[in-house]
């Protein structure tokens, strides 16, 4: 018999709504969930090998404890008993000898987090952190200094925009299913797209408009768009006038920034530069410059973001049909959040300041929710604040996503305790004491979605079929974990169904309420707020703080002296990296499918670099930075800028029993320099130079 289950794809972190037919205990089928908009049936490639991930025997398949060496492969088998009686032993005698803070927890925020932060809490360790600052976090910096919201609590218009500018905002390879699919939607009904990369990527090729920046320019750019908006009068004079603290600051300091000046500074024509400003202009307030994820990283990227976020304002595209909105919660509907196990009464609060300073005068401004895990190795290693000596792990590869991978293999070495929790044999658990396999997506349910947006909702991830390995649920590990080092009463469950109900508990909802369709919705319409009864901006002055009180109060100019990313010097190249459409970062590389349709990455170079050097196509070469080197084979295209090289992020795996993928092309990790903005909080990926010569 055939079953239909409503569940999320968690093939990367995206969680696309998914529905799963079962057939006798047996995942036969994955397509994306048909009653939700903008899925209609649709998966990505990742999503769809979703399957081959579930029953591939290269997973872990049951606790493991250490027995060699770390990182030298050899483990025993154990019993969740044992493995979780190991963990408790060594936490236990860690927090008794230097403190709970002596615990640190990193996680890919997911659906368990408030498990995770509870159990810190309730340890007295503020050191919990999650991949944000890696993914974003000078995005969150920038859009609190000028609407006091986190970029999680916003959101793109994209369905109904008109116009809708990408600074490497690679959405059609970097996707996101409803991302994709309204994007589509959006151009098929005429809108137009401007895409900015100093690589043409598949996006690029869909564009209407599409520029070869030089790498590490766009803030160049983007003053120059604001000089001519201003000179001309072409933004949202009402909106602005009424919602913008911080005009006649900006009118100053971007009085320099001529076209011409920004044609030398980019490489972009003057005349293109101001036929965008006047085009964008005609179609606001309905336009988008996308605060991105990933496009340039350098050390002063908050003010890249702020100037994207500004560009949005000044066209009074915040908060319209078509351009940015803020997500609005089940309050706004007249409805009930679920329950949050770590606003419990009760619950002790930690007294030290966190291991990477977030929150005190060194480091103000990245979110204290979220912390700066680039900055965890250092801290382990100059035992500053305090000495570190005990790391959990889920679903997170550190040894992989953070940069300098060297630098964070020393780190570990001075721990007492390395955990990891994951599906697969990632670098991570490679190195780890323990690993704790959880069970996959189709294998569990997990703590139920509040999705806030237009129309506030929440989402279930609904276990599909029965484990098939030795494998348990994060959420359960923590609360097996919890009692045994006696902290369990913090944790009212004992399996997930469990848990779902308690976090149910108020909202009017029952977990028998996502089985027609997957997810519940709070009401019916889109909530935009009344642009004229008023907007609900979270600054101190309740507007729009081009001149941030965030950044100034914490000693941070609202607008810094513009001083260009430093040029490569003759020989070198400046390394970025990004993502491909048949890969999760750094989890799918030994996925049987995708392994086989991308098996390994390679290096862009320009065309007439590469004759210069002698490179090939396909011959191997030789990158060095000042921290790592590694050999992979070119690829030699005139699709790239000369002074950039590219690597799809995510290979180069250490872990021998992921065979497949084991020792394949090159981790980007390995490369770059440990560098930070050390206003916004991300690190400055796109900052180490390199050299290339023929292997
Ligand atoms: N298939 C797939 N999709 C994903 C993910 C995944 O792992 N795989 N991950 C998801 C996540 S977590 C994220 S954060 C997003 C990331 O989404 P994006 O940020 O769109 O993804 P990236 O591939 O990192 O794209 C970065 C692009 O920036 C370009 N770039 C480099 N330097 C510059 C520069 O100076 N200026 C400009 N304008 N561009 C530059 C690079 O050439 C590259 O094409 O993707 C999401 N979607
Ligand atoms: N050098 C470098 N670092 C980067 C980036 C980069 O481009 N270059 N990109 C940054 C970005 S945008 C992001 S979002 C982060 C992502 O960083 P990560 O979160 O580390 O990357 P992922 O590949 O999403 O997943 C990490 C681990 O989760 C495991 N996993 C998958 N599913 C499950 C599950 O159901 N349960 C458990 N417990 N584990 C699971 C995978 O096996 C993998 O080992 O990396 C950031 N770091
Ligand atoms: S984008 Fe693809 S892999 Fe990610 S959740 Fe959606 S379908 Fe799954
Ligand atoms: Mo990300």
């Not at 990455?601 to 191997?620: C, Q, T, V």
């Not at 090159?666 to 292997?695: R, Y």
């Amino acid at each position: 018999m055939t079953e239909s289950v409503y569940s999320l794809c968690f093939m990367c972190s995206v969680r696309c709504p998914i529905r799963v037919e079962v057939e006798n205990g047996q995942v036969k089928w994955v397509e994306g969930n048909p009653h939700v908009a903008g899925m209609e049936g649709s998966l990505c490639p990742k999503g769809a090998a979703g399957i081959s991930f579930q029953y591939d025997d290269q997973r872990v398949q049951s606790p493991m404890i250490r027995e060699g060496e770390r990182g030298a492969g050899q483990w025993r088998k154990a019993s969740w008993d044992e493995a979780l009686d190991y963990v408790a032993d060594k936490l236990k005698t860690v927090i008794d000898e230097h403190g709970g803070h002596s615990v640190v927890l990193g996680e890919r925020a997911n659906l368990a987090t408030p498990v995770s932060k509870t159990f810190l809490r309730a340890i007295g360790s503020p050191n919990h952190f999650t991949h944000d600052a890696l993914c974003k976090g000078s995005v969150n910096s920038a859009c609190r200094s000028l609407f006091g919201h986190t970029d999680a609590q916003m959101g793109m218009d994209y369905k109904n925009t008109r116009h809708i500018v990408l600074y490497g905002r690679n959405i059609f390879e970097a996707v996101s299913v409803k991302e994709v699919n309204s994007l589509m939607q959006a151009i098929e009904n005429g809108a137009k797209v401007t895409y900015i990369d100093p690589r043409v990527t598949v996006t690029a090729t869909k564009a209407h408009r599409y520029w070869m920046i030089r790498p590490g320019t766009d803030l160049a750019l983007n003053y120059t768009l604001m000089h001519i908006i201003l000179k001309e009068r072409l933004y949202d004079t009402a909106y602005v006038d009424r919602w913008v603290e911080g005009l006649a600051e900006l009118q100053d300091f971007v009085r320099s920034f001529t076209p011409e000046w920004g044609e030398a500074e980019t490489g972009i024509p003057a005349a293109e530069i101001e036929a965008l400003a006047r085009e964008i202009s005609q179609d606001k307030p309905g336009v988008i410059f996308h605060y991105g994820y990933r496009g340039a990283h350098h050390v002063n990227e908050i003010y890249l973001r702020r100037s994207i976020l500004i560009l949005n304002a000044l066209m009074g595209s915040v908060e319209a049909k078509g351009g940015l909105f803020f997500k609005k919660g089940p309050g706004e509907a007249g409805g009930k959040p679920a329950r949050k196990l770590v606003e419990q009464e009760g619950l002790p609060k930690a007294d030290k300041p966190r291991f990477d300073k977030v929150g005190t005068p060194d480091f103000p401004i990245p979110d204290a929710a979220h912390g700066v895990p680039q900055m965890l190795a250092p801290a382990i290693l100059a035992e500053d604040p305090y000495p570190i000596k005990a790391l959990i792990i889920n679903r997170f590869d550190p040894l992989k996503s953070i940069p300098d991978t060297n630098q964070f293999k020393s780190a570990l070495e001075k721990l007492d305790l390395i955990v990891a929790v994951d599906v697969n044999y990632s670098d991570l658990a490679w190195y780890a004491d323990v690993i704790l396999p959880e069970s996959t997506y189709f294998e569990r349910t997990d703590g139920v979605q509040q999705a806030n947006g237009l129309k506030p909702q929440m989402f279930l991830r609904r276990q599909a079929v029965g484990p098939r390995y030795d494998t348990r649920e994060y959420s359960v590990i923590m609360q097996q974990l919890a009692e045994r080092i006696g902290i369990g009463q913090y944790f009212p469950y004992k399996t997930m169904d469990d848990l779902v109900n308690w976090q149910l508990a108020g909202t009017g909802f029952t977990m028998a309420d996502f089985e027609a369709k997957g997810f519940v919705a709070y009401g019916k319409d889109q909530i935009f707020w009344d642009r004229e009864a008023g907007l609900k901006f979270k600054t101190p002055s309740g507007k729009i703080e081009f001149k941030s009180s965030l950044l100034e109060d914490a000693g941070h100019a609202s607008f810094p002296d513009y001083t260009p990313v430093p040029a490569a010097e003759s020989g070198r190249f400046r390394l970025v990296v990004g993502r491909v459409v048949l890969h999760t970062h750094v989890s799918t590389q030994n996925n049987p499918y995708l392994h086989e349709l991308f098996p390994e990455n390679a290096l862009w170079i320009n065309a007439a670099k590469a004759a210069e050097l002698g490179i090939k196509n396909d011959a191997l070469v030789e990158v060095t930075s000042p921290v790592g080197s590694g050999v992979l084979k070119a690829y030699v295209t005139d699709l790239i800028h000369p002074e950039a090289v590219f690597l799809v992020h995510g290979f180069g795996h250490e872990a021998k029993l992921a065979a497949r993928c084991y020792n394949r092309g090159v981790s980007d990790s390995v490369l770059q320099e440990n560098i930070t903005d050390k206003v916004g909080g991300s690190p400055a990926f796109h900052d180490t130079f390199v050299t290339v010569k023929a292997a």
